[in-house]
T-cell receptor, first 117, second 115 residues
Framework: AQKVTQAQTEISVVEKEDVTLDCVYETRDTTYYLFWYKQPPSGELVFLIRRNSFDEQNEISGRYSWNFQKSTSSFNFTITASQVVDSAVYFCALGSISSGSARQLTFGSGTQLTVLP | EAQVTQNPRYLITVTGKKLTVTCSQNMNHEYMSWYRQDPGLGLRQIYYSMNVEVTDKGDVPEGYKVSRKEKRNFPLILESPSPNQTSLYFC??????????????FGAGSRLTVL
């Protein structure tokens, strides 16, 4: 069975602080994908990033960066110099591509990030 | 514009009154799915469909029905809604079935309240 744990339910930071959102996953698959989605206050779900299990290179996109560590089964998300517009719920998700995996994604419970001005 | 459209966006209903939440995508995606979002529980899958006339249960299917008669549409049916089905519902689609590699495109969500 697959599982995604986002232990941080809520995080509050002051604008311009750096913040890291943790994601720990469990899977028996050797090939899998990890995702982050953002849900701003307006409610829609927005795709941020996808990584496959064979690519452990960290990724940076502007103020966003992701640290994938297979050894600790973690896929953490860091926002540098946070801004008020970063306030949202962030979901980590795990996708399997093994046979019979048509359910596709297992989501974590989400982390509510509040960036205070 | 490529999108997943859900309706209604907001609905308040009473226990036992049948309702349908529609979902339509214009991207010719094979895979469609319904999720519900509840505080502290994240998104949980209700039903999914790998193609026309192919549907299967997700993690929380009780009290729901779906159908996939056309590729673009995947309605969610609550035959006899109960208060524990009060939730935020999302429809999603992706290009191919049976692949956890696919990025999902989500609808805007439908907030349902059952009194």
């Amino acid at each position: 069975a697959q599982k995604v744990t986002q232990a941080q339910t809520e995080i509050s930071v002051v604008e311009k602080e750096d913040v890291t959102l943790d994601c720990v996953y469990e899977t028996r698959d050797t090939t899998y994908y990890l995702f982050w989605y953002k849900q701003p206050p307006s409610g829609e779900l927005v795709f941020l990033i996808r990584r496959n299990s064979f690519d452990e290179q960290n990724e940076i996109s502007g103020r966003y960066s992701w640290n994938f560590q297979k050894s600790t089964s973690s896929f953490n998300f860091t926002i540098t110099a946070s801004q008020v517009v970063d306030s949202a719920v962030y979901f980590c998700a795990l996708g399997s591509i093994s046979s019979g995996s048509a359910r596709q994604l297992t989501f974590g419970s989400g982390t509510q990030l509040t960036v205070l001005p | 514009e490529a999108q997943v459209t859900q309706n209604p966006r907001y609905l308040i209903t009473v226990t036992g009154k049948k309702l349908t939440v529609t979902c339509s995508q214009n991207m010719n995606h094979e895979y469609m799915s319904w999720y519900r979002q509840d505080p502290g529980l994240g998104l949980r899958q209700i039903y999914y469909s790998m193609n026309v006339e192919v549907t299967d249960k997700g993690d929380v299917p009780e009290g729901y029905k779906v159908s996939r008669k056309e590729k673009r549409n995947f309605p969610l049916i609550l035959e006899s809604p109960s208060p524990n089905q009060t939730s935020l519902y999302f429809c999603a689609s992706s290009m191919r079935a049976q692949s956890g590699a696919n990025v999902l495109t989500f609808g805007a969500g439908s907030r349902l309240t059952v009194l």
